[in-house]
């Protein structure tokens, strides 16, 4: 009986079981704790590219708020910098008051923290300390950094000098990048790191040229201190946004700048906003829920992902969109302008196109009677009127305020540039109804340049259509004019364009047709 319990009995059988269910719950837990750790592993890896990521766009997002308040300085500069009067009061002849006013305005307007009037000679003429205006003469090379900054200056006025009657003078700064004809960037002045601007002063309606040899430049600059971390931080919002010297933790979101040279001046850092650690509460329920169910940590993994792609994809595609197209309108901007203008500019001479320019007129008159909501009117219905007018025959752009221009890739012989502006100065005429308030009337001034015939450059096609765009709007508005039929085109373009006076017998207006 003894022999029969022990070979029979369930107690064997039951301590078999026990160490199964035991080494099931072992692989289970095991499963359950690898499966966790994978997770967390990824989780970690996707909190760091995450936080990787999140910084590389604040600093993408830095680099460009501060290239813009840099030229926004250099703007400023140019109020001053660009002016007749300054190449009378500054360069011609100095005349101390007249620099005490230009230096006061950049400290006054724009709160510039250090002003400089160098000459040609490379002779400090007029510096400020804030509201403070010295007027003195000591040479630039007793600050050796500021020197090799007037050198590089000097290089830059050289390569857009132009040759005019009487003296010289400098490339138009319509439609030029600031970093083109200003040396800007970051320096030590007085010790101190600061932002700054190396302006040439140049005349803008010529009735003073330059004498020939360097340029006087207005060398201004903002410290980087409160007020600049202020203004650049209004755009921003970034937390603990400061300047320092020294370099930074490796985990900190930073980015350093240097002299002209390369030289590390030092480092702007702020505490990021978009940390990686907001993928944990994601992640660790997914954990929980994966222990009960494989299937649904699976599909939960997918579905975050595919989520988070696809804002991402959005996300890209509208700021893509935002960048090259007007958000009033919806035409192309400036900047896409400029790159199909530069694009078809090389396919010449194999393919042929018209630079547009077109403005609209009486514009004014319906901000003034019926408010500027109803401007907006007027210009989104102008832009589908174009859009409408040109097709897919070329590319109709916003460039600013009532101003729009077209590359036109279709016919560009004179008989078809009549028809296609015909119909634009007409479709602007008819009226725009501005709700219960009555009707818009506005007209469309039209200066065509063609491709190559009238310049083979994008700056002379900018240039020439602009002015033949002038001669429209002198003639009468609500007509058309083709550079050809009003001016020499075999000049240089940096050149003013000849004489309005004097049109060729067969110039044509739109509104005589």
Same mark, same amino acid.
């Given at each position: ?5 022990r ?5 064997p ?10 080494l099931a719950?072992?692989l ?6 690898v499966?966790?750790a994978?997770?967390?592993f ?10 990787e990521q ?7 997002l830095f680099r ?6 840099m030229?926004?300085l ?6 001053v ?5 300054s ?9 101390a ?6 230096i006061?305005?950049?400290w006054s307007d ?5 002003v400089m009037?160098?000459?040609?000679n ?11 205006t ?7 090379a007793e600050?050796?950094?500021?020197a090799?900054?007037f050198?590089k200056?000097k290089?830059l006025f ?6 005019v ?6 490339r ?7 970093g083109?004809?200003?040396l800007?960037?970051f ?7 600061a932002?700054?601007?190396a ?6 309606d010529y009735?003073?040229?330059?004498p020939?040899g360097p340029?006087?430049?207005i ?11 202020g203004?650049v931080n ?5 937390a ?8 930074p ?17 030092g480092f ?8 990686g650690?907001?993928i944990?509460?994601t992640?660790?329920?997914v ?14 993994i ?9 804002s991402?994809q ?6 893509r ?5 007007d ?10 302008f ?5 694009t ?5 001479p194999?393919k042929?196109?018209a630079?547009? !320019?077109?403005d #609209?007129?009486?514009?004014? %008159?319906v901000?003034?009677?019926f +408010?500027?909501? /109803?401007?907006? =009117? @007027?210009?989104?219905t ?10 897919n025959?070329?590319l109709?752009?916003r460039?600013g305020?009532?101003?729009f ?6 016919a ?10 015909t119909e634009?100065v007409?479709t602007a005429?008819?009226p725009i109804?501005?709700?219960?308030e009555g009707?818009a !009337?506005?007209? #469309?001034?039209?200066?065509? %340049?063609v491709?190559?015939d009238? +310049?083979?450059? /994008?700056?002379s =096609? @900018?240039?020439?259509s602009?002015?033949a765009?002038y ?8 007509r058309?004019?083709?550079f ?11 050149e ?9 017998p067969?110039?044509?207006a739109?509104?005589?047709?």
């Amino acid at each position: 009986m003894t022999e029969f319990r022990r070979r029979y009995s369930d107690q064997p059988v039951s301590v078999a079981r026990q160490h199964i269910s035991r080494l099931a719950f072992f692989l289970a837990g095991l499963l359950i704790a690898v499966t966790s750790a994978s997770l967390l592993f990824v989780g970690f890896i996707a909190s760091q590219a995450s936080t990787e990521q999140a910084i590389a766009n604040e600093q993408r997002l830095f680099r460009n708020t501060l290239a813009d308040r840099m030229r926004a300085l250099v703007r400023e500069q140019v109020t001053v910098a660009s002016s007749d009067q300054s190449v009378a009061g500054l360069v011609l002849n100095f005349d101390a008051d007249y620099a005490y006013q230009a230096i006061d305005t950049l400290w006054s307007d724009y709160r510039h923290s250090k002003v400089m009037v160098i000459s040609g000679n490379g002779d400090v003429l007029a510096e400020s300390f804030q509201h403070y205006t010295h007027i003195l003469k000591r040479p630039i090379a007793e600050t050796p950094e500021l020197a090799t900054l007037f050198g590089k200056a000097k290089t830059l006025f050289e390569k857009n000098r132009v040759r005019v009657p009487g003296g010289y003078g400098h490339r138009s700064l319509q439609g030029m990048d600031p970093g083109d004809y200003t040396l800007m960037g970051f320096t030590r002045i007085d010790g101190r790191p600061a932002m700054f601007g190396a302006v040439p002063v140049i005349p803008d309606d010529y009735k003073f040229v330059l004498p020939d040899g360097p340029p006087t430049v207005i060398l201004s600059a903002h410290y980087l201190d409160e007020i600049l971390l202020g203004q650049v931080n209004s755009q921003l919002n970034f937390a603990s946004l400061k300047f320092v010297e020294d370099a930074p933790v490796a985990s900190a979101a930073f980015h350093m700048i240097a002299n002209p040279d390369d030289e590390a001046i030092g480092f702007f850092t702020w505490d990021s906003q978009t940390i990686g650690n907001a993928i944990w509460p994601t992640i660790i329920p997914v954990i929980v829920l994966l222990s009960i169910s494989l299937a649904a940590l699976a599909f939960g993994i997918a579905w975050r992902i595919g989520q988070l792609t696809s804002s991402l994809q959005a996300s890209e595609q509208q700021n893509r969109h935002l960048a090259l197209h007007d958000t009033l309108t919806g035409l192309a901007n400036r900047l896409q302008f400029n790159r199909v203008l530069a694009t078809s500019v090389k396919s010449l001479p194999d393919k042929h196109f018209a630079v547009i !320019h077109c403005d #609209l007129d009486k514009f004014k %008159a319906v901000n003034d009677t019926f +408010g500027h909501a /109803a401007g907006d =009117l @007027v210009i989104k219905t102008m832009a589908g009127r174009l859009k409408k007018v040109i097709g897919n025959e070329g590319l109709v752009s916003r460039v600013g305020g009532d101003e729009f221009m077209i590359i036109y890739r279709k016919a560009t012989d004179r008989d078809s540039l009549h028809s296609l502006s015909t119909e634009l100065v007409e479709t602007a005429k008819r009226p725009i109804e501005i709700r219960d308030e009555g009707s818009a !009337h506005i007209g #469309l001034s039209i200066g065509i %340049a063609v491709a190559p015939d009238d +310049g083979s450059t /994008a700056e002379s =096609l @900018v240039a020439r259509s602009d002015a033949a765009l002038y001669k429209s709007k002198k003639l009468g508005r609500d007509r058309y004019t083709l550079f050809s039929d009003f001016f020499d085109n075999k000049g240089d373009p940096s050149e003013p364009p000849l004489s309005l006076e004097d049109p060729k017998p067969y110039a044509r207006a739109a509104k005589a047709s």
